[in-house]
């Protein structure tokens, strides 16, 4: 199992000095070559002075030994110069990186960790969009550094919509949450990145972080180009990729008749979706979102907005069928509470059966995780905006023969509010990922 160092520092209380002896951060050897190294160097330099080193070492461990024991004295030697040598190894490493600070030696221990440890992790495809696409990335990060976010390019509201209309790009918005959510959750640059402008004619209810791609997109030409330059800045763990980067639109049909066209519109058509489908109606893959998918270890679809975060994702030409392909371990991460206007009344099965639809009847997901525990104080406001917890239907869920993960999945808090928490989502998936992997 792969654990994030600051929870092993948590559980056990391990010293900033004993961290950097952690397994699997490989350093240890390093050390061990560098002792060997200035030893050789010390010897040659006596040699040269004619001082007879090998003669004069002998000559003082023999009458050392004469009142100390061989084995005694060997130990106090070794032990004193492996304490000299780690800690001036160490003290100056730091001191020419200006990390002397304690926050400075957990940031490069977390730096030496992430590349080491999470770079032999499983490799991670998410696909989806919204908060819960980033919500899930910021729990994942802490296993695996091998993420491939993939996201929804279909949002036409909000500060995404507006830089969308007057500039011509893809929708920004899902993108640069993802890319904040693979940062550095305690970096001024990742907060920076997420900051809203509150003010100012034209700014205001932009984020810094999609006028900051608008603009990478307009100097590198392409938003894939600017997803990699923005992820270089905040050093994120993983990747992020659109879709596509076909200018897609989605539209709804609804079972009264209706077509609603526009991703802001389908929630407030207030109906039962028939059918999702996208303008133009043949969007393109983009070829690095179906490599990831064909090399992945683990897919991950959800949470989020069933019509609006996750389906559309499937109707983009090829991810279904490299999905489908793609011999990794499957899962669908399924939403805790109804959406009213989107999954009214939905069940677990509601929701799988959606996808498989969508998905063109096949069955894309080997497992649904879904939660088993629900806060006791559970606010108001969700009964008064007709939103109910979405109910675990075996009877249906059987059929359809696909593994159900039950776990507790909600984030604590006080005002009853219903949230994933990210850790806990991470860790489910994780378990049920190597208990399938065992199984075989």
């Known amino acids: 199992m792969t654990f994030n160092i600051d929870e092993l520092k ?12 952690l397994p699997g951060l490989e350093v240890k050897r390093w050390f061990l070559l560098i002792f060997l190294g200035s030893i050789m160097i010390v010897l040659g330099f006596m040699v040269f002075a004619e001082l007879h080193p090998l003669y004069t070492t002998v000559a003082l461990i023999q009458r050392a030994a004469f009142t100390l024991p061989s084995k005694l004295l060997a130990a106090i030697f070794i032990g004193i110069g492996a304490i000299i040598f780690f800690k001036g190894w160490q003290k100056t490493t730091l001191s020419i990186m200006d990390m002397n600070s304690e926050k400075g030696n957990s940031a490069i221990l977390e730096k030496l960790y992430r590349r080491r440890k999470l770079s032999r992790g499983a490799k991670v495809v998410a696909i989806g969009g919204g908060t819960g696409l980033s919500m899930l990335l910021r729990g994942i990060k802490k296993y695996t550094s091998n993420i491939t976010a993939i996201v929804t390019v279909g949002d036409d509201g909000g500060s995404s919509g507006r830089l969308r209309n007057e500039m011509g790009i893809l929708p920004p918005g899902d993108i640069r949450n993802c890319i904040a959510a693979l940062g550095d959750d305690e970096d001024l640059i990742t907060e920076l990145f997420q900051y809203r402008f509150k003010t100012g004619e034209g700014l205001e ?17 392409n938003m894939v180009k600017a997803i990699k330059e923005s992820a270089n800045v905040l050093n994120i763990r993983g990747v992020v990729l659109p879709a596509t980067l076909d200018d897609m639109k989605l539209g709804a049909e609804f079972e009264d008749g209706r077509v609603v066209h526009g991703e802001s519109n389908i929630p407030e058509a207030h109906g039962q979706i028939k059918q999702l489908f996208t303008e133009p109606a043949n969007c393109t893959a983009l070829p690095e979102a179906i490599t990831a998918i064909g090399e992945a270890d683990l897919i991950i679809l959800g949470p989020g907005s069933l019509y609006t975060s996750v389906i559309p994702n499937l109707l983009v030409n090829g991810i279904v069928d490299a999905v489908t392909k793609a011999k990794a371990r499957k899962i669908y991460v399924c939403n805790i509470m109804t959406q009213p206007g989107e999954t009214t009344d ?27 525990r629900l806060p006791d104080n559970i606010s108001e406001g969700y009964a008064k905006a007709g939103s109910i917890p979405v109910r675990l239907d075996m009877e249906n869920i059987a059929p359809i023969g696909i593994e159900i993960v039950s776990q507790k999945l909600i984030q604590e808090n006080k005002e009853g509010l219903v949230r994933h928490s990210s850790n806990r989502v991470a860790r489910a998936i994780h378990y049920w990922y190597r208990k399938s992997i065992k199984r075989g």
């Not at 056990?12 to 961290?19: D, T």
């Not at 900051?212 to 100097?219: E, V």
């Not at 929701?351 to 995780?369: C, S, T």
């Open 10 to 21: 948590e559980n056990v209380n391990v010293k900033k000095e004993v961290g950097w002896l």
């Open 205 to 221: 209810g932009h984020s810094f972080g999609n006028l900051f791609l608008t603009a990478l997109c307009s100097i590198t030409g």
């Open 346 to 372: 939905y069940t677990v099965a509601s929701h799988v059966n959606a996808l498989f639809k969508h998905a063109g009847g096949r069955k894309i997901v080997d497992a649904v995780l879904v939660n088993n």
